[in-house]
Every structure is written in C-alpha cells, then in structure tokens.
C-alpha cells in the first residue's frame, strides 16, 4: 500500500530527486493533511460499510461466544435460533454503534497506517525502511491501532451490550446514554485492555500479511500496467489472506472482550480480575468458540475493507508515494 509523501527527506538522494520531478510535473496531487484526510476518509468508509453489512453475522459470532451452550449449531444454525426466537431484525441488532463505531476506527486505522509509515520511512531512510520492510509494516501498523481503539471501544462497549440484553435499549443513542448515566463513562473502557489485546495483533497481522501476499503477487504481475478490475482482485485476494490470519491470531482476545462487556463487574472488582477470571472460566477451547463464524465475517470484510480502500483511494486521487516492496 502507499504512503504519503511530506517534503521531508527519505534519505535516499535518488529517490528525493525523483520526488522533486514528480511534484513538479503535478503540483496539483494532494500531500500532507490534504492527503492524509483522504486516506482517513477511504478507510473510515471502507471499515463501516464492510463491519455494517456483516452486522448480521457479528451478532451470530457474540451470541455463540455468550451462551455456547444455546447456541450450538453453527453459524447457520445460530441465524435460524435467533430468527426464530426473536425475529429478523434481532440479526441487525447493533447495526448503530457498529457503523459508527468502525467508522471512527477505520479513518483512525487506515489514514494512521499510511502516516505512521511514512515516518518510519522519514525516520530510517528509505534504504533501511525497505529492508526491514516487515518491521515497519508491523509497528506502523500497531501504532494506528492503537489510536482507533480509543475511539471504537465506547461504540464496541455498547454493541456488545445491545447484542447481549436485547431488551437493554432502544439501539445506539439510547444504550450509550443508558451506560453513561447508569455506570459512568469508564464502563466504555472497561473492555480497554480486551480491545488492544484483540486489535493490535489482529491489525498487526492483517497488514502484514496483507502487504505480503500483495508483494509475492506484484512480482510476477506489473503493477504499472495492471488494470483497475486486476488491482481490486489483488486488494481482495490477500485481503483475504490478511483476514484468516487475524481472525485466528485476535480469536481469544475476541471472546474475553464479548464476556467482559456483557455485564457490569462485581463491587470492587477490578478489569484485571475480571479478565483473569474470565480467562479460566472459558480455557483454550472457550476463547476459540465462535471460530467459524469469526474466520468467514472477518475474511470477507477484511477482503472488502482493502477492495474498497483501493478504490476510493484512486478515485479521490490519493495514490502514489512511496512504496518499499522490493
């Protein structure tokens, strides 16, 4: 994926003279905030659209993670019990805070990815930043996330409540007042911890082996020549790949955060107890309930997230830079 190109050097003296005759030849493309404001904006629109339509599945995956014992069929089998139980609207519960929520999360996520990039490349110089390309993928990667965390865990608070205790209020306005005026502003973070836990690794990974397969696949295709519709296959190829990855590396993280924000904690009772109480309550095969259900929403939104991120970002012109793919 590019990054941005700020005036600052790459300390690379070749590469500072190509940037000059690019900037020259078109001093209209966009830099700086102007260009970071359109990766934020493609990745805020990418994540909520993807996260939103798959709201159905995302409540399926938290019910199993909840109550494995009634919910024991299956993703399949969960949407039928729901339905049947509840009615279809009961498989959109949540769809506010989750729009919302990832949102803030993917212009935090995706525009941080690009600019904390761009620094380690500034940082190291452009020499360095490519052979230890793994290296700034990672960190870039982390440091994004954690940012878009502090964003998405009140909206993340609150659609965990929604799906759990349907009957707790009346969609996103209604359950982020209710757990305001009720609990404090602290309970949004009481699952702070569970989030980067499940977050960073999860972003950590999908970038990283998202930037991967795209490189592997880049070798033997031109990116130069390759057309838009050949592009956006590769965004959705690895993806997809990046997708798995992350949904099996965050899948415990995951279920502790579901568990966590279910209910209120004890009198008393600190987040780290909780979550140490938690963890033995639910072992190596409780964290992993959920998995199937998990590995299909995430591949196929992770997928989705890269396919429309390319091109929102071509079509707002927010494309080039530099890249460090060898």
């Known amino acids: 994926m590019s990054a941005g190109v700020p005036p600052s050097s790459t300390g690379?003296?070749?590469?500072?003279?190509?940037?000059?005759?690019?900037?020259?030849?078109?001093?209209?493309?966009?830099?700086?905030?102007n260009l970071y404001s359109r990766f934020a904006f493609a990745g805020a629109v990418c994540c909520s659209v993807t996260h939103g339509a798959l709201t159905p599945v995302d409540v399926v995956k938290t019910r199993i993670q909840l109550d494995p014992v009634t919910y024991n069929r299956g993703l399949i089998g969960g949407f039928r019990q729901i339905i049947a139980k509840e009615g279809s609207g009961a498989v959109w519960t949540g769809f506010?805070?989750?729009?919302?929520?990832?949102?803030?999360?993917?212009?935090?996520?995706?525009?941080?990815?690009e600019f904390f990039k761009q620094?380690?490349?500034?940082?190291?110089?452009?020499?360095?930043?490519?052979?230890?390309?793994?290296?700034?993928?990672l960190?870039?990667?982390?440091?994004?996330?954690?940012?878009?965390?502090?964003?998405?865990?009140?909206?993340?608070?609150?659609?965990i409540r929604l799906v759990s205790e349907p009957t707790f209020a009346n969609g996103l306005v209604g359950g982020f007042s209710k757990i305001a005026s009720t609990e404090g502003l602290g309970a949004f973070y009481s699952g702070f911890g569970p989030i980067l836990f499940k977050q960073v690794p999860y972003t950590m990974t999908k970038f990283g082996v998202?930037?991967?397969?795209?490189?592997?696949?880049?070798?033997?295709?031109?990116?130069?020549?390759?057309?838009g519709s050949m592009q956006t296959a590769i965004n959705l190829g690895s993806g997809l790949m990046g997708g798995f990855a992350a949904a099996i590396v965050s899948q415990p993280a995951d279920t502790m955060l579901?568990?966590?924000?279910?209910?209120?904690?004890?009198?008393?009772?600190?987040?780290?107890?909780?979550?140490?109480?938690?963890?033995?309550?639910?072992?190596?095969?409780?964290?992993?309930?959920?998995?199937?259900?998990?590995?299909?929403?995430?591949?196929?939104?992770?997928?989705?997230?890269?396919?429309?991120?390319?091109?929102?970002?071509?079509?707002?012109?927010?494309?080039?830079?530099?890249?460090?793919?060898?």
Do not use: H
């Open 12 to 33: 690379s003296v070749k590469l500072d003279a190509i940037r000059a005759q690019a900037a020259a030849a078109d001093p209209t493309k966009p830099s700086g905030l």
């Open 96 to 113: 506010g805070p989750t729009a919302a929520g990832y949102f803030l999360q993917g212009a935090f996520k995706f525009g941080g990815y």
């Open 119 to 137: 620094q380690s490349i500034n940082l190291l110089g452009y020499e360095t930043a490519s052979q230890n390309r793994t290296v700034v993928y």
């Open 139 to 159: 960190a870039s990667a982390a440091c994004a996330e954690f940012f878009a965390d502090i964003a998405l865990c009140p909206l993340e608070a609150t659609r």
């Open 210 to 227: 998202y930037e991967k397969v795209s490189e592997m696949v880049y070798r033997s295709v031109d990116k130069s020549t390759a057309s």
């Open 258 to 326: 579901s568990k966590i924000n279910k209910t209120k904690g004890l009198p008393g009772e600190g987040i780290a107890s909780r979550l140490v109480k938690i963890g033995s309550e639910l072992g190596l095969r409780g964290s992993f309930a959920g998995i199937g259900a998990r590995l299909f929403m995430v591949g196929t939104l992770t997928a989705g997230q890269f396919a429309i991120y390319g091109d929102i970002k071509k079509a707002l012109g927010a494309t080039g830079g530099v890249e460090i793919a060898q």
